[in-house]
Structures are given as structure tokens and as C-alpha cells.
């Protein structure tokens, strides 16, 4: 929205983009200008005011003025995985974009060696491996002027060892068959 656009010696005014964008109201002289995609892949679009002569003049007056526009934050925390309980921790490959920081965090028990780093390395913690796996959360931080977090999440699922019991110990006598049972 417009807030210092200002104007004298004017018959008419209105306002045009070089973008895709689009506004409420373009002979407004405080419009909301809306941008489109194309605006928004490009990071900026000129917006110009224009304000038509009074009579006896014919020279309209025309001004510009650049209007940069910061991308959203973007955070992939990357695929799920299936580890086994036996690893030490699990390095993490989170990426990010359009960000002034980054964070990892999780409501399991484990803990992240450099929380703040895309590249950070988790140590499942004991009720991770035994609730069989554990959600990792990064956020990503917008750049000036936004003021939004974008989060992604991961499931590493952890595989347990496996678990058997060949019951208590027997006794037969010799050629006699031992039958097993439960």
C-alpha cells in the first residue's frame, strides 16, 4: 500500500505496472498494488505514476519507482529415513532458501550437535529408539522485511535390533528327542 505518492497541478492521475501485478484501484493516489507471480520471480516491478497536465499544458508527468519484493523463506528438511538403533547419530541434509537463519529442533529426547546448522548431526536419544523413531523439525527465518518462519519436518524412523528368546535352559537324555515348547 502507498503512503508517500504525491501530486499538484494535476487534471487526472493513475498509476501502471511494468509487472504482472495488479492494483485495486489504479487512480487511486494510495492504491494497493497486488504482485503476480512474475513479479515475484523477478523480485521487483516498477510501478509509475503518471499525472496528466492541466489545460493549456499537454505534458503529463511520469515517475517511477522500483518496487523490490523479498521472497518467502523456504525449509526442506529432506526425505524420511530408516536407520537402525546402532547408529551414533544421524547427519541431517536440510536446505533452505531466501533465509536469514535456520533451526533444528524436535520433541524427542535426542539432541543436535549445531542446531543452527543445515548440516547438523542428531544423537537419538533413548526414548526415540524405543518409540521406534522420532520427527525432526527445521524452520527457516524470513530475510528484512518479512517477518515469517517457513518449517519442513523429517520422520527418522529407527530400527530396533532384533529381539529373541530361546526360553530357559533344558535337559534330555542322550537319543532321546527334546521337544521345544512355549
Known amino acids: ?18 509487472g504482472d501485478g495488479y ?25 509509475i505514476f503518471t499525472g496528466n497536465p492541466l489545460s493549456p499544458c499537454f505534458t503529463s508527468s511520469v515517475d517511477t519507482m ?16 530408516l536407520v537402525c538403533e546402532s547408529i551414533n547419530y544421524y547427519q541431517v541434509g536440510g536446505y533452505a532458501d531466501n533465509y536469514s537463519g535456520t533451526h533444528w529442533f524436535t520433541m524427542g529426547d535426542g539432541t543436535f550437535d549445531e542446531p543452527d546448522s543445515l548440516s547438523a548431526k542428531y ?42 528368546d530361546a526360553g530357559e535352559d533344558g535337559i534330555t537324555c542322550d537319543q532321546t528327542p527334546y521337544y521345544i515348547s512355549d
Request: glycine letters at 4%.
Open 1 to 18: 500500500t502507498f503512503t508517500e505518492s504525491t501530486y499538484s497541478d494535476v487534471s487526472s492521475m493513475f498509476w501502471i505496472t511494468s
Open 23 to 47: 492494483f485495486n484501484d489504479s487512480t487511486l493516489q494510495y492504491p494497493t498494488y497486488y504482485p503476480g507471480d512474475n513479479d515475484r520471480d523477478n523480485e521487483m516491478v516498477n510501478l
Open 66 to 81: 522500483v518496487l523490490n519484493i523479498t521472497p518467502l523463506p523456504f525449509a526442506d528438511a529432506g526425505a524420511d529415513t
Open 123 to 164: 544423537t537419538p536419544g533413548f526414548n526415540d529408539i524405543n518409540n521406534g523413531g522420532v520427527h525432526l523439525y527445521l524452520s527457516a527465518n524470513s530475510l528484512d522485511p518479512c517477518d515469517v518462519i517457513d518449517y519442513d519436518t523429517l520422520f527418522l524412523e529407527i530400527q530396533q535390533f532384533p529381539d529373541v
